[in-house]
């Protein structure tokens, strides 16, 4: 099971940007689709973007598109998520998110295997 780290979580004023980074653990020979999923208090856990391996598809929740953009440095073993125009609604702890090794696809949280830990996204409005 591959380990996630994420960073660049942050407080930030609505209509302001935020830039998550995760970088997994080495695991040679493995190749998987990558994502972000959030958590808001009170409520379930949602999907909001993923990448395939190597990283030409993408996929977004609605209410995330034209806004957050994902994406990945295989040679880093990373992928990012860049955030503007932050709304309140946004806020939630964002986990980096890995599929099984081989699932090169992953078009819902139920497609992700390892979860990190999560980091904290506040907007303030």
């Known amino acids: 099971q591959v380990q996630l780290v994420e960073s660049g979580g942050g407080l930030v004023q609505a209509g302001g940007s935020l830039r998550l980074s995760c970088v997994a653990s080495?695991?040679?020979?493995?190749?998987?689709?990558m994502g972000w999923i959030r958590q808001a208090p009170g409520k379930e856990r949602e999907f909001v973007a993923s990448i395939s391996w190597p990283g030409a598809n993408t996929y977004y929740r609605n209410s995330v598109k034209g806004r957050f953009t994902i994406s990945r440095d295989n040679s880093k073993n990373s992928v990012y998520l860049q955030m503007n125009d932050l709304k309140p609604e946004d806020t939630a702890v964002y986990y980096c998110?890995?599929?099984?090794?081989?699932?090169?696809?992953?078009?819902?949280?139920?497609?992700?295997?390892?979860w990190g830990q999560g980091t904290q996204v506040t907007v303030s409005s």
């Open positions: 080495e695991h040679t020979g493995s190749y998987y689709a």
């Open positions: 998110a890995a599929a099984r090794s081989g699932t090169l696809y992953a078009r819902g949280s139920a497609d992700f295997a390892s």
